[in-house]
């Protein structure tokens, strides 16, 4: 059977839409599945991400989700894990296209939060500062 997938690109990122598509379907199709649906949050509310979820309510017969990046839900003060957790209770798996990441129940995040909160800090870093700090190293 041939699973469903609606795909949540980053609309901040300098990638194109159409690539952005090519890789969310690669995962797609590595997951024995299909994107049916597309969407993106808004610009301007990314750092709280207050559509996806209502979307994801609101699109019947789905069996997951994959967002182009992990970045997606880092862009507040702190990781959305949140919005991951609903989303897995719903039940939907969750895919990160660009980071080649999928999450299928709540265990397999509280084990790779380390890693999610890698990419957070990583993305959230003051780059100036980090910079000096990489000089100061000679």
């Known amino acids: 059977m041939t699973k469903s997938f609606y795909c949540c690109i980053d609309s901040t990122l300098p990638a194109t839409q159409p690539e952005q598509h090519l890789i969310c379907e690669k995962i797609a199709n590595l997951n024995s599945g299909k994107i049916v649906f597309y969407g993106a ?5 990314k750092k709280n991400q207050p559509f996806i979820f209502e979307k994801l ?9 994959i ?7 880092c862009y507040n003060k702190s990781v959305n ?8 209770e719903m039940p939907l798996s969750i895919h990160f296209a660009r980071e080649n990441i999928s999450y ?25 500062q980090y910079a000096l700090q990489i000089k100061s190293f000679r």
Not at 41 to 45: G, K, Y
Not at 81 to 88: A, F, G, N
């Open 67 to 73: 967002f182009f990046t992990i970045d997606q839900f």
């Open 104 to 128: 299928f129940n709540l265990k397999q995040v509280r084990k790779d939060l380390p890693e999610i909160y890698s990419y957070f800090y990583s993305l959230n870093r003051n780059r100036k």
């Open 81 to 88: 894990v949140s919005l991951i957790q609903k989303l897995l």
């Open 41 to 45: 949050e808004d610009v301007l509310v």
């Open 57 to 65: 309510k609101r699109t019947p017969d789905i069996d997951g989700v």
